[in-house]
């Protein structure tokens, strides 16, 4: 981005008028907090052109009827904003009379809807029909400007006409550059790298924005991280979308401290705003952060009691409480205010899944796919529903689709690999266990899952290298069951092997472990029998109680040299035993490492 910074001040402030004379406040409110960060930058504003440009697009005899419309408009008379601008052919009222329908028949549309719980996705088309007709005839006609294909866009983006809707909102960013509300509703719609590089998009900078915020949207968090920092080095550094965005990115790739540091930076900077608190409260949760969470929550209520965000962070803050039932009355409540508010339904899913309620965690991760296709939470959501409910089929074909959005993350290849196993799809599950061990084992579990596969198949000579790496890093594993049953599987199959030094180690790590106590001791039995009878068939004395006062030092020494070589040269068995499978019925997608939750997927099922 070669633009000079003062040039670019100038088109927002521009656009921040062009918005709103047409009422697009949200957009209007984005580009003025664009020009807030941009205020180290002087612009000489030459007789005030933004006061200048007030009545273009307005011509005079339709002037008094366009500030009425606009009154109304503002104050939510939208069919008498309508109503008035019905007859005006200038370009900024006759947006005005579009926009005023299309936000009248929304309104009514949410209000007329029975149940908050379930958004209408059917209806739109008879809704939007009259609105759509007008629209179309006049982009048949190339009568409709940036603005009014802004709106077109919209429209057909609600009645699912996705590709007539991106080749409509593209050309609604030729037209006007700096409508970032067309940006924003293109997004949604770019399902991969290559169709981002394959819009026909203007060559303007905020195309750099809308590049950095879509490839964090398909969790291309590097690539993203990247033109955000690049833009904060060329004077954006003040502007506060940018932090949140990248703080966004840190939560999707794990690093939850940092985001939280800048999500409390910006609270220092804005302490009044709400967008993307829920975000933040969902980091929060993650880290059980309890008090911070308490005084988020005792904050938002009082800036704006009755905000879709306020709702849902103190949703989060009854759900770390574990009052599920006010959590989910909470997300209701968003949901009541916004419908298409897509963290509410996921969460109130989380909830009811933790309340056991199966079937209605289904039908809130289903909206939560109907407002946003690409929220893996919600698709991963379902495979854990329909695994309780022993719907293997449907589990995996869930899991697919949210391990297609997170390629790298191993809970997702975990999941598969246990769907496949229940499958009995051998080949497939390992291949699953061995990438989520490739791109970073999150869990600690996918060496384990692999290696009790293949004892379970009686492979035992490719399960040990697996229990060894498992075993390696004992200190950072959680599942103390687990590490327990690695420790005497090993030990038993050393002391089979006539390996006595290493069964004695694994033997004694057992001790520690009430459940495994007594085998354990049985085994150290074994093991000295085996040493005395050696010793007898030697010739050589026999001392069992020299040999047992000598064990528990070993136990402690060992792990030298010896051991780290012979564990090296046994890991590598791992990835040649894989090899050796037989790939069958591969229906996982082969890529490098495969295509690779609210960070809230971290905790139990809020995870």
Not at 198 to 214: A, D, V
Not at 451 to 469: D, N, R, S, V
Not at 485 to 493: D, E, I, K, R, V
Request: glycine share 4%; proline share 2%; with cysteine.
């Amino acid at each position: 981005m070669d633009v000079d910074i003062v040039v670019i001040k100038q088109h927002v402030r521009n656009s921040i008028a062009e918005c709103e004379k047409r009422c697009l406040m949200q957009c209007t409110k984005w580009l003025a907090e664009l020009n807030h960060g941009l205020s180290q930058t002087t612009v000489e504003l030459g007789g005030n052109p933004v006061v200048q440009n007030m009545h273009d697009g307005i011509e005079d005899a339709e002037y008094d009827i366009y500030l009425l419309a606009k009154s109304y408009f503002h104050v939510r008379e939208y069919d008498r904003s309508a109503y008035f601008t019905r007859n005006c052919v200038s370009p900024v009222p006759k947006f005005l009379h579009l926009y005023a329908t299309y936000m009248s028949k929304e309104k009514k549309r949410l209000d007329n809807m029975a149940d908050s719980s379930v958004v209408s996705s059917v209806s739109h088309a008879k809704d939007f029909s009259e609105l759509l007709t007008i629209l179309r005839t006049e982009h048949s006609q190339q009568s409709l400007d940036g603005y009014c294909l802004y709106l077109y866009g919209v429209i057909l983006k609600k009645l699912n006409l996705t590709d007539i809707a991106v080749g409509v909102l593209v050309e609604a960013i030729n037209a006007e550059p700096m409508l970032w509300c067309a940006w924003l509703e293109l997004a949604p719609l770019v399902n991969d790298k290559r169709m981002l590089e394959s819009l026909k998009l203007p060559n303007h900078w905020m195309k750099s924005i809308f590049e950095g915020y879509t490839y964090i949207e398909l969790f291309q968090n590097d690539e993203g991280i990247k033109i955000f920092e690049h833009l904060q080095k060329n004077g954006f550094s003040k502007c506060i979308f940018i932090p949140t965005l990248l703080a966004i990115a840190y939560s999707n790739k794990r690093d939850v401290d940092r985001s939280i540091d800048i999500f409390q930076h910006l609270q220092s900077v804005d302490p009044y705003r709400l967008d993307n608190l829920d975000s933040y409260s969902n980091l929060l949760f993650v880290k059980d952060m309890k008090t911070e969470m308490s005084h988020l929550a005792h904050k938002v209520v009082e800036i704006n009691k009755y905000s879709p965000e306020t709702c849902c962070v103190v949703g989060n803050y009854y759900s770390i409480r574990s009052d599920h039932y006010k959590a989910v009355m909470y997300f209701q409540r968003a949901l009541k205010l916004n419908p298409q508010y897509l963290s509410a339904w996921t969460l109130m899913g989380h909830e009811f899944m933790e309340m056991k309620n199966t079937n209605a965690a289904i039908q809130s991760y289903r909206q939560a796919v109907e407002v946003n296709k690409r929220d893996f939470r919600a698709w991963y959501g379902l495979g854990q529903a329909y695994e309780i409910l022993k719907m293997t089929f449907y589990s995996l074909y869930y899991y697919k689709a949210a391990q297609q959005l997170r390629p790298y993350d191993s809970r997702m290849l975990v999941a598969l690999g246990e769907t496949y196993e229940k499958l009995n799809k051998v080949a497939d599950a390992l291949k699953c266990y061995q990438k989520a061990y490739n791109v970073g084992d999150i869990e600690g579990v996918a060496l384990y899952s692999m290696a009790k596969l293949y004892e379970k198949q009686g492979e035992t000579e490719k399960a040990i290298p697996a229990f060894i790496k498992f075993c390696s890093d004992d200190k950072l594993i959680a599942d103390k069951a687990s590490l327990c049953h690695a420790y005497m599987t090993l030990g038993n199959y050393y002391e089979k092997i006539e390996d006595l030094d290493k069964a004695s180690y694994f033997a004694y790590k057992c001790l520690d472990y009430e459940e495994m106590k007594r085998e354990a001791e049985s085994l150290l039995k074994s093991i000295a029998n085996k040493r005395d009878h050696k010793a007898t068939t030697s010739g050589a004395p026999a001392s069992s109680g020299a040999t047992k006062s000598t064990e528990h030092e070993k136990s402690d020494t060992y792990g030298g040299e010896d051991m780290e070589m012979d564990e090296t040269n046994l890991s590598k068995r791992i990835d040649s035993a894989i090899r050796e499978e037989e790939p069958g019925n591969n229906e996982l997608a082969e890529s490098s490492g495969i295509h690779g939750f609210h960070m809230e997927d971290t905790y139990d099922v809020n995870e």
